[in-house]
């Protein structure tokens, strides 16, 4: 499909993770201005018929082309799937935007005095440091190999703010977050030459359905509305809303940073 009225006609999005959450809101608001979406999940047949629903409902209203994909991102199998789907659809260069927003982890304690098998292991860190951190940077990769990058193109990662305080149960993803933020200043350098804008959404508190498998997750969300300036949390539509301003022209030198999306959360 084609609008030429949009925005964004003729570019793509990939969302690595977009059943739900950031992914989910990400895809409608591009998808508002014109950009076609490959989406990426995991979801079962009976979740996934629904979701496939909502993405042709929105391809339809929005006269734009949504793939979805139920494959494993994490994979070089589900990578290769992916090439072989999109080969004749999305054409050269017309990738804007790549959107990691996988969350894939292991919640448990470093310690509790119980079972060894209740432990985070070093196996749990190194899966969830792929998920959420390194995978990003195989895609990158692969997109520039396939030559499918826009020539001024975006790549977008989502941090949190347990990156850099206490939350419990959550290591595991609080050390594949601040590998990821290392990862960012490293793609943005090496990756820059080639026109790529790499940055990082550090969002709010916000409750999308990874959120709430955190142990401790009601009060995270009570006192993230205590400390809000603007007394409410964050929600998705706020985080696709910059990933949208991310994606403009006018936002083509930034490059390499950690971008707050809070309303000021952060600020206390």
């Not at 042709?56 to 793939?67: G, P, R, W």
């Not at 959550?170 to 090496?190: D, P």
Request: glycine share 8%.
């Amino acid at each position: 499909m084609h609008n030429p009225l949009k925005q964004f006609s003729d570019k793509w999005a990939i969302i690595l993770g977009g059943s739900s959450g950031f992914g989910l809101a990400t895809a409608e608001k591009l998808a508002a201005h014109g950009m076609n979406v490959a989406v990426l999940y995991r979801e079962t047949a009976l979740t996934e018929r629904a979701l496939k629903q909502k993405f042709s409902q929105l391809a339809e209203t929005e006269y734009v082309n949504i793939i979805p994909l139920n494959i494993n991102a994490l994979t070089a199998d589900g990578r290769s799937s992916f090439i072989n789907t999109i080969r004749n659809v999305m054409a050269k260069g017309s990738v804007k935007l790549l959107l990691h927003s996988i969350a894939r982890g292991n919640l448990k304690p470093l310690v509790n005095g119980e079972a060894d098998e209740s432990l985070l292991s070093v196996e749990d860190i190194q899966l969830t440091s792929y998920a959420m951190s390194n995978s990003l940077l195989d895609w990158a990769r692969l997109l520039l190999k396939e030559e499918l990058f826009n020539a001024d193109a975006r790549i977008i990662g989502l941090t949190s703010e347990g990156a850099h305080k206490y939350w419990e149960s959550y290591a595991a993803v609080s050390i594949a977050k601040a590998s990821l933020e290392s990862l960012n200043t490293y793609m943005a350098v090496e990756f820059g030459k080639y026109g790529l804008k790499t940055n990082l959404i550090q969002a709010g508190i916000t409750a999308t359905p990874s959120l709430k498998r955190i142990p401790g997750s009601q009060k995270l969300i009570e006192t993230g509305v205590e400390r809000n300036p603007m007394g409410r949390m964050t929600t998705p539509q706020d985080v696709a809303n910059v990933i949208y301003l991310l994606c403009t022209p006018e936002a083509a030198w930034i490059n390499g940073s950690v971008i707050h999306v809070d309303g000021g959360e952060h600020c206390r």
